[in-house]
T-cell receptor
Framework: AQRVTQPEKLLSVFKGAPVELKCNYS??????LFWYVQYSRQRLQLLLR??SRESIKGFTADLNKGETSFHLKKPFAQEEDSAMYYC???????????FGQGTELSVKP | GAVVSQHPSRVICKSGTSVKIECRSL??????MFWYRQFPKQSLMLMAT?????????EQGVEKDKFLINHASLTLSTLTVTSAHPEDSSFYIC???????????FGEGSRLTVL
């Protein structure tokens, strides 16, 4: 079965520190991987998708098929990055998204 | 960007009553919509996949008679929580797939409180 695992429920860092939010998945095929962000009292919004290979708000994520990981990284965290981050997997375009448990990122001043 | 709107954003009802939540894609046609349930600071649990003009596909463990889903048009899907109980209190979120890229857009969510 497809599964997405985010091992950290809460990640707390100081402003300017590097951040890495971990995501591992289990799927035998070639999935699409995404990172979604949910700021306080706002709707879920797409942050990154692995096929676009772009950097959004300074965040990057590389799909590592060997390790079945899609970790989210940012070299210098900002206070406005504080939010819930969800890693998600989809195994065909238009299909359902399967979410990880989410990691709450807290960036302290 | 594309917009998905849910209504109502908050609803409080008495135990035993039914509540309907609407999900609309405002500027695109969505052949497929998804309904999720989210508990505070927890993951989104997929409840069902809603396809326009056909019966919804429910995930394992989700009662289809409890959570009625109707996708009557390409821009509207509804979730009706029937005979609501306090344990149904939750945040319900819908999402819609836009054709082409298959990008998924999320509604703002509807918070249901059953007294």
């Amino acid at each position: 079965a497809q599964r997405v695992t985010q091992p950290e429920k809460l990640l707390s860092v100081f402003k300017g520190a590097p951040v890495e939010l971990k995501c591992n998945y289990s799927y035998s095929g070639s999935p699409e991987l995404f990172w979604y962000v949910q700021y306080s009292r706002q709707r879920l919004q797409l942050l990154l998708r692995h096929i676009s290979r772009e950097s959004i708000k300074g965040f990057t994520a590389d799909l590592n098929k060997g390790e079945t990981s899609f970790h989210l990284k940012k070299p210098f965290a900002q206070e406005e990055d504080s939010a819930m981050y969800y890693c998600a997997l989809r195994y065909n375009q238009g299909g359902k998204l399967i979410f990880g448990q989410g990691t709450e990122l807290s960036v302290k001043p | 960007g594309a917009v998905v709107s849910q209504h109502p954003s908050r609803v409080i009802c008495k135990s035993g009553t039914s509540v309907k939540i609407e999900c609309r894609s405002l500027d695109f046609q969505a052949t497929t919509m998804f309904w999720y349930r989210q508990f505070p600071k927890q993951s989104l649990m997929l409840m069902a996949t809603s396809n326009e003009g056909s019966k919804a596909t429910y995930e394992q463990g989700v009662e289809k008679d409890k959570f009625l889903i109707n996708h009557a048009s390409l821009t509207l899907s509804t979730l009706t929580v029937t005979s609501a109980h306090p344990e149904d209190s939750s945040f319900y979120i819908c999402s819609a797939t836009r054709g082409g890229t298959g990008e998924l857009f999320f509604g703002e969510g509807s918070r249901l409180t059953v007294l």
